[in-house]
């Protein structure tokens, strides 16, 4: 049989979204059906019920089958504690990271996090965005070569990360997203949000002011979004443009500088993210000269989802366990994992 | 007769300050009172109801007298505006600025902001600090010489402004202290802040960073504030003292950079502003060599009270008008006006 069934997760702070895949030999993975829910923020520690609900037709319909989740459910506010796994980590070791436990005879593998220390000198962490990691050098057909390569994952908390010889060799978070959200929503400097009328022009304004800053100057430059519209050169409807044009432009160089540091000249880089906060990157870093190719965020994670199931349950080229019948032997998180 | 009274009132944001002053010839300013009331955002339009609610004490037994406010009170969102003067300006051209009314047959003076082309090219504005820079060129002994000097009025927005031969030549806005209580009060930078214990040595740690930083590196230091918790190098407690010291060490160096650019180098400051606040400045200057001298804010404040009532009130040395008839020929806003 080459042909069986599993659950992936991207269980984050605030959303829960669950895949039912069929895994087919030689064949794009098909997500059959998804289901949405709760974030780790907002579950008051019954993991198990509100996953169990959520599934619970997949389950009468197909039998037992195992379970990927990735993100915040394995954080000490969690479902489980997944460890953080230390850079550089190569698919392998992270696989091998994961926590596995069973709950109503069905196996759960939470997948680690990732910690370094990044090219500021300065400890950094991940959590979730090594799954899309994991698809991107499972799509990838250079990770197992010489070259470097920067991805750069725009979100909350923006991630760059460097991999190299089929490793993450380190990365390093910007609080961009976070950031941005908190500006917008509760400063002076933004005063409606619903009148927002997002401009590409506004936005290359702010980034090059960024992009031309000296060190120290971001926390001025952020004050011009509000003394620019008192005095008219800005209109408040395209402030939140600016304002994201100044955090992403100094995003862009303050990171892109660390990164040079570890790797080099860097020309082109991979966006995995939102498409329209992608493109936004794209914008800024092809304004300082580097290419920007944007991936689908969807494909990557459900690519990730599939090398982390190839890694626990194909321990044979071909041969995968029937989806009703999880192998009791399958790898612990101690144990050597084939990938 | 060479006493007089008059009250002074700094009408901001969030807060109304209210002083019955007693101006005698040759003698420090006398506080006889004060009151406080609501912020100019926490007003609906009725300023002058909440005023004499506030005062009416005073003029009940003292009778009529002029007022003098300075603040947001002069913003479009404030009792009646006052407009924005240019930069460079003395102290003469920022009380001739003033907008001038009559209510209840009292004399009203709201103090004019400032306005200027800042070091980093873009539109700046100042509105009620300049009252503290009226007070400190009134107590300072140098004003008149050729010597710039540079004064930092940490708060909510800090300012940090160039003054030289009796006027202010420019100054440079940075957003610290309203995105250090965003990021203490709102971001996962900062779990909780009850439990927080300000360390002078954690906060020196997070001056460190951000003076050595290159440009667009603050965003990334940033997030070092949750990573550095999460593995356990910094206690929750002293978060709050790291993040604090990242933004303030940054306003530090970018801000000094932006000013020697227009002055040349840096060797001491004035600070004008809360003592908590004004300590932590001073440390993080004195970290980069610069010398910071703090100066009594509530002082330096009546001193600028003291400056504009001289200016609008003493036609000529000694002769001020009677506090219970004010004279009807005060000088307007187009007027000339001696200091």
């Known amino acids: 049989m080459t042909e069986s069934l599993f659950i992936a997760g991207d269980w984050g702070t605030t959303h829960l979204r669950l895949y039912l895949c069929r895994y087919v030999l030689d064949q794009p993975l098909n997500v059959l059906a998804t289901q949405a829910g709760p974030g780790v923020s907002q ?24 379970v ?39 196996e759960f593998s939470i997948i680690s996090g990732l910690r370094t220390i990044n090219p500021l000198g300065a400890p950094d962490l991940m959590r979730g965005e090594e799954l899309q990691l994991l698809g991107w050098m499972g799509a990838a057909l250079d990770v197992k070569t010489e070259t470097a390569r920067l991805i750069v994952l725009p979100g909350t908390h923006n991630k760059w990360a460097l991999v190299q010889r089929g490793k993450i060799e380190t990365f390093v978070t910007a609080l961009t997203g976070e950031l941005y959200s908190l500006l917008q929503n509760h400063s ?24 031309t800053l000296e060190s120290g100057q971001l926390l001025q430059a952020l004050f011009t979004t509000r003394s620019r519209q008192v005095l008219g050169e800005l209109s408040e409807s395209h402030a939140s443009s600016y304002l994201s044009g100044l955090l992403i432009g100094s995003d862009v160089v303050g990171s892109l500088a660390l990164m040079e540091k570890q790797m080099g000249a860097i ?23 580097v290419k920007a190719e944007v991936r689908d965020a969807v494909q990557i994670a459900m690519s990730g989802y599939e090398a982390v199931y190839l890694a626990l349950y194909s321990l044979s080229g071909g041969s995968l366990p029937n989806s009703s019948a999880p192998k009791s032997s399958s790898p612990n998180s101690k144990g050597e994992i084939p990938l």
């Open 68 to 106: 990927i989740l990735s993100g915040m459910v394995g954080s000490n506010i969690g479902w489980q504690a997944a460890p953080y796994i230390d850079c550089p980590a190569s698919a392998e070791q992270i696989v091998s990271g994961r926590t596995a436990f069973r709950a109503r005879g069905i």
């Open 43 to 66: 579950v008051n520690g019954d993991f198990e019920q509100i996953f169990f609900d959520l599934v619970g037709d997949w389950l009468d319909k197909h039998g037992t089958m195992p």
């Open 267 to 289: 020309e082109s880089v991979d966006l995995i993210g939102d498409s329209a906060l992608s493109r936004c990157y794209q914008l800024a870093l092809e304004s300082v000269g």
């Open 188 to 211: 002076m400097l933004i005063a409606n949000t619903e009148t927002a009328d997002f401009s590409d022009h506004i936005f290359m304004q702010g980034v090059k002011v960024a992009t």
